[in-house]
């Protein structure tokens, strides 16, 4: 791996809520175009280290650079303006807006941002339902509506946190699909994935974390010699 082919580089990544210590050294680094995935039982600091990566937990010490950016240094309200798109497991949609309102009102950061009639095209299910308010969503389409909200406004690299938490099996089939789609167009995803047989099917490299830090990183080539390793850890 050359730099060059690095868009996101974290090194050494320890970060705190209040006094509680959670991440003890995190490192990990994702190339241009991949799909990566964070595997880790509850409570290991996955979540802690998207959190940690967008600036969203500011206290925070190492080294984060995405596309050329020391993330350290930058304030949370100009991040976004790196092309780096976080999805939250909580989704953070507007509930009282219509999907078509939702898509429209945060502003482009980039001319890659997709246009309406693109997002409706790889969310048929957000086309029908362009009138409906955030509150008469199921589960799947407010996480198809918060994943699309960051496609609109241009971004380079998703961060999605449990993307397929709670959701029924086609509407994650569908969510596998389009996160197909968007790595065959170029873009980079780093994914936290309790799922693992979903996780299986779209991530090029794993990352295995536990007890606030990485144990492992391995290429998807090598599950089948991992698993032994990953049922012991993740019971799967």
């Given at each position: 791996m050359?730099?060059?082919d690095i868009l996101l580089s974290v090194k050494d990544l320890n970060?705190?809520?209040?006094?509680?210590h959670v991440l003890h050294g995190v490192n990990l680094n994702v190339r241009r175009g991949e799909t990566v995935t964070i595997l880790g039982r509850n409570g290991v600091g996955k979540t802690t280290t998207l959190r940690s990566i967008v600036g969203i937990l500011r206290k925070r010490t190492g080294e984060i650079e995405f596309n050329g950016h020391n993330l350290?240094?930058?304030?949370?309200?100009?991040?976004?303006?790196?092309?780096?798109?976080?999805?939250?497991e909580e989704r953070g949609?507007?509930?009282?807006?219509?999907?078509?309102e939702n898509l429209m009102?945060?502003?482009?950061?980039?001319?890659?941002?997709?246009?309406i009639e693109e997002i409706y095209d790889l969310f048929p299910n957000l086309y029908e339902r362009?009138?409906?308010?955030?509150?008469?969503?199921?589960?799947?389409?407010?996480?198809?509506?918060a994943m699309a909200r960051m496609l609109r406004i241009g971004v380079d690299m998703l961060l999605l946190d449990e993307p397929t938490e709670g959701l029924a099996p086609v509407i994650i089939q569908r969510i596998g699909e389009v996160l197909q789609t968007l790595k065959q167009r170029g873009m980079t995803i780093l994914l936290i994935e309790q799922n693992f047989r979903f996780a299986s099917k779209i991530a090029d490299r794993f990352y295995?974390?536990?007890?606030?830090?990485?144990?492992a990183g391995f290429d998807a080539s090598e599950l089948p010699d991992r698993m032994d390793m990953l049922h012991e850890v993740l019971g799967v």
């Open positions: 050359t730099d060059k970060a705190w809520y209040d006094e509680s350290m240094r930058l304030p949370l309200h100009k991040t976004a303006k790196t092309g780096l798109g976080f999805v939250p949609i507007f509930s009282t807006l219509s999907v078509e009102l945060p502003p482009k950061v980039s001319d890659s941002g997709m246009s362009k009138t409906s308010s955030g509150t008469k969503l199921s589960g799947g389409e407010q996480q198809m509506l295995l974390m536990e007890h606030g830090l990485v144990s």
